[in-house]
């Protein structure tokens, strides 16, 4: 009984960076498959409401400053670097239980170095996954978009189904 108590809590949370893996290796393989097999801009409708379009975003999200003169690509580099380095310390440091937070982490981690390697490499981010209703057109995303997505989604869940102060121990036990 004493090896489990004298058990470590933080670190084991490290494991879960294969899914930031996976999350990369998709990602640029459907991106590498878009590029191959769509032509820029030209749409490919798939089912009603959805299409493959090959877009390229210099950009952030919705394509914010997209139109600027180009420091924003390096910039969004070392934002997306940074913010991964921060992801794997919190990471690192997260208890044995807390497995959904570390899964919303390498979400996002994954899906920020997936977008990091396209800014490095091309200048922009492949994007090919185009939803619309009528005239209304989505921008299009890929899926270190759809990652990282769903990593802030479940951190802002994770943050309505617990007390904030769930993570602290019980005081005079």
Known sequence: MDAVMNEPVTGTKLKWLWLAALVIVLDLGTK???????????????????????????????????????????????????VSVVLVGWLKNLQRHETWTAIAIVLILGGALGNVYDRVVHGYVVDFLHFYWQDWHFPAFNLADTAITIGAAMMILDMFRKPADSDTPAKGR
């Open 32 to 82: 590498a498959m878009a590029t191959a097999m769509l032509t820029y801009g030209d749409p490919v409708p798939v089912i009603p409401l959805f299409n493959l379009t090959l877009l390229h975003n210099t950009g952030a999200a919705f394509s914010f400053l997209a139109g600027a003169a180009g420091w924003q690509r390096w910039f969004f580099v070392v934002l997306a670097l940074v």
